[in-house]
């Protein structure tokens, strides 16, 4: 490929960007801007893939791929991260838009896409600017939150032609075995005890026990919580939602659920911070299961389920650092701290079915 001028003081960020390959596929592309990358700087984000803000002519791009040692499924993570965004266009989904999208691995060593760079921040601890200073700003994080959720809810699986995402299919009667399976496969790790985390056989029955009766199958994000929401500094609003690779069919109630686990409340189990600071002002758990009703028209009588089955979902994936701890993958205080957490899940989805 012939060389675009790309200057040599550009960090390739150990060999995950050829420059002068981007620079001829942007070429091409019809990616906004012109000419080659002139600067770049990797940006927080997610821990499987890498994300970075490129300055082209007279544009600022993000770029998104994964990792630089690819696992089986990386290539196929990124076109679908892609597909969904393409088909969110138009809709009232906040969401990054997508520019360009490079399905050939020999570019970069692994398919990757360009999306609109967003204003604002995502993340955990200390909020910045007016959410800092402004109760009713930070009141508006929670109404925002729902919004997003009960809007991608809200999308026709079909009519975007994402149908074909997951497995609708008897998906709540599913959920306990599938994410049981999963905590118990990490039994193979030694050292590692999946009765270690408490409250599963009881949950897990209560679960199957009460299934909803009001049952719906559409987009769910999968992670739905503050570091993968971009939030406006300029007007308390999201400017985009974040990190689509978990989205898949399913109920879109557990998104909900998802955003209430992630919450903090008096009364909750002992042993959990607010996941952002400060926190006075916030919307209570009940505020948001009653917005969320009147926005997308369902019964919230269900909701304890698929509050407790978030609880119990998280709980089962999180073991997974647990046990990683166990055969020296991962820091051993890391691994106390996530199963700390995942107990934790554990006992508020107790509490959740206690009423």
Not at 167 to 179: F, G, L, S, T
Not at 272 to 284: I, R
Request: charged content about 20%; proline content about 7%.
């Amino acid at each position: 490929m012939p060389n675009h001028g790309i200057s040599d003081t550009l960090d390739d960020f150990g060999g995950l960007i050829n420059w002068e390959n981007l620079n001829a596929w942007l070429d091409t592309s019809g990616a906004p801007g012109y000419g080659p990358v002139t600067a770049a700087r990797k940006l927080a984000g997610g821990l499987q893939n890498n994300v970075f803000l490129l300055s082209r002519g007279n544009r600022d791009l993000i770029l998104r791929r994964p990792g630089k040692h690819l696992k089986p499924r990386s290539n196929e993570t990124m076109l679908r991260e892609a597909r969904v965004l393409n088909a969110l266009e138009g809709s009232a989904v906040p969401h990054p838009r997508m520019l360009a999208l490079c399905d050939d691995a020999d570019v970069l060593g692994a398919c990757f896409y360009l999306m609109e760079p967003l204003e604002g921040f995502a993340r955990s601890g200390d909020l910045p600017g007016q959410y800092a200073t402004d109760s009713s700003w930070r009141r508006a994080m929670g109404v925002e939150l729902v919004k997003a959720a009960s809007a991608l809810g809200n999308v026709d699986p079909v009519a975007a032609g994402l149908e074909d995402l997951g497995r609708p299919d008897n998906w709540h009667e599913r959920q306990v075995e599938r994410w049981r399976s999963q905590l118990e496969g990490y039994a193979a790790t030694p050292g590692y005890n999946p009765a270690d985390l408490p409250h599963v056989d009881a949950v897990g029955r209560w679960l199957a026990d009460n299934l909803p009766t009001d049952r719906r199958i559409g987009l769910v994000h999968g992670d739905l919580q503050f570091p993968n929401v971009m939030f406006s500094l300029q007007a308390p609003r999201i400017s985009g939602v974040l990190d689509w690779e978990l989205v898949s069919l399913g109920d879109p109630l557990l998104d909900l659920g998802w955003i209430l686990s992630s919450w903090f409340e008096d009364g909750d189990p002992e042993g959990k911070s607010p996941m952002v600071k400060p926190w006075d002002g916030f919307l209570s758990r009940g505020e948001l299961s009653t917005l969320y009703g009147k926005q997308s028209g369902r019964d919230m009588a269900q909701m304890p389920w698929f509050f407790a089955l978030a609880c119990y979902k998280l709980a089962c994936l999180l073991e997974a650092t647990f046990a990683a701890s166990k055969a020296g993958k991962v820091p051993e205080p890391v691994g106390r701290s996530v199963h700390a957490y995942a107990t934790w899940l554990m006992t508020k989805a107790l509490q959740i079915i206690a009423g």
